[in-house]
């Protein structure tokens, strides 16, 4: 059963741009804090970016901050889906990035604390 939709990953030049979106699928996540993750070949999944339910409140990896940008659509046809807009990329970027919701609506940096998670999108960033 599919509950979050990513889509958007793909291959891009060092210093290119992409922009990740995540839907929800069969039920709506307006109220709940969603996050991205990204996982390396041969390195455990680490904490991107995320929100809280009402876009207020974001959180960065440092890895990524002033490059990256979240954002979410809470309006009733978008059910809260979440965006992750990718700029400056670097070959360090390369991964399968996972979009997660956690019922802790002021979201969270931990995996752990997320109960709903989509299939992922590879991003590759060439040098």
């Known amino acids: 059963q599919v509950h979050l939709v990513e889509s958007g990953g793909g291959s891009v030049q060092a210093g290119g741009s992409l922009r990740l979106s995540c839907a929800p699928s069969?039920?709506?996540?307006?109220?709940?804090?969603m996050g991205w993750f990204r996982q390396a070949p041969g390195k455990e999944r680490e904490f991107v970016a995320a929100?809280?339910?009402?876009?207020?409140?974001?959180?960065?990896?440092d890895s990524v901050k002033g490059r990256f940008t979240i954002s979410r659509d809470n309006t009733y046809n978008a059910k809260g889906t979440v965006y992750l807009q990718m700029n400056s990329l670097k070959p360090e970027d390369t991964a399968v990035y996972y979009c997660a919701a956690t019922e802790y609506e002021m979201a969270s940096t931990r995996p752990s604390a997320y109960g709903y998670w989509g299939q992922g999108t590879q991003v590759t960033v060439s040098s």
């Open positions: 929100i809280s339910w009402n876009g207020g409140t974001t959180y960065y990896a």
């Open positions: 069969g039920r709506t996540f307006s109220s709940y804090g």
